[in-house]
């Protein structure tokens, strides 16, 4: 994996970014020293109006959870990426986001004025500011992921954040099947109980991906997503993407 | 929580019966209280609401589950916006528990989920495309089409991560009421689904009450 790597940058904590995957490209994100939380949007980069959606992404697998095997769908019925590694285990798509009101709440105000890069930066406003970037708004906000966080949900539908889900060094690769822009911040997931604001940073990675085989995990996993990748290919076929 | 309303049907200023297959789209007033009916039993009604006032203000699914710190919406849920304030309560419930990570049929999620060929089969997006076109005055597009409540459907999430789609748990003349913070349009699809035991395989009508 690592030998073909096209590029690589570090994302610090509590930061965001935003850039435009390529099909049959993969993107493995790195948790450098362990508690990270990445939220993490995907629109399709020629009709903004198609974007990740968690609702169809969890139904159509019929999971909570998300990890390697699963595949991340937009409200078209196709497939932005598939989750082809995964040493996490459970990423979560329900959480949502911070705001600044439930930063300022949980870990007291810390303006840029004051703390200039130690500011507190939050989820929200953080995917507001990219956003914008490309003429959308809060309006264009979906579910976001929460790469690296764990709800758990209890027999009685009692939601609890997990603590210590992800470890230094553990990482996820999306393969993304069809361009994608992908638009993410690196703040604390809105349940993260912890005293002090987490900043931990991310490294990312970019390479090409190998094809899509026969025997694929992701498009393999269940009937769902064998009819997803079809969909994903008709539309590629569109683009003069396919191969 | 099965919480039993005390208003009488025949005092409710507004009374709609919306059939499988429709939309429905009103202003439902700060104060006012309105009522889903699920007339036949087992159907899903999917179901946005937008501030009336500021549409791009709307109801959040992931903000109203995580501030409860539960994934099921019942009698004394506190609906919640994506800025974070009250739209609506949850103030009476015969059903006992309602759905809102499941979100709406689409005629291409419907590929995914079933079959290629079943691509033009009747969706609840579809609803709430027609519904938006209709009524521009509204001020709704797709952009504004988020992730909606089932009420009346039972998606029970387990502690290893699964998802499920049990039998529905509503029954003919189960409701649940809501009263409203602030003015809400509320726009319903009354879920066309046929492949699914959400509705029973049988979509049915639903009514629509509202009361001062």
Redesign the interface.
Known sequence: MNNNVLYEDEIPGGAHWSMLMRQGTCLRLIDKLGGANVGMLFYNPSNY?ERY????T???Q????LTHGHCL?S????IFCSIIEDSVG?HDS???NS?K?SVAEKWGEHSYQDYHNDWTLNGHDSFLIELAKYGM???????NLNLFSKI????????HYETDNSKAGNAITLRFEMDTLVVFHTCPH??NPAIEYPKQPVIYQISKAAAVSENDECMNSRD??R??F??TQLYNIGCGCHD | MIKVSKLQPEQAIDRVVVAAGDYYIKVVKAGQTFRILDLEGNQAADTLFYNANNPAERYSAMDTLREQGNIYLTAGTRLLSNEGNLMLDIVADTCGRHDTLGGACATESNTVRYALEKKCMHACRDSWMLAVAEHEEFGISKRDITHNINFFMNVPVTPDGQLTFEDGISDAGKYVEMKAAMDVIVLISNCPQLNNPCNAYNPTPVEVLIWE
Do not use: I, S
């Open positions: 109006l959606n968690a609702p169809d969890l139904k159509c019929h999971t909570f959870k769908y409200d078209m019925g196709r459970w329900v959480g949502a705001t009101k708004n809060a309006r264009d906000m979906a579910a758990a949900v209890d027999e009685n539908g009692n939601m809105p349940m769902e997503n009819r997803g079809k969909n």
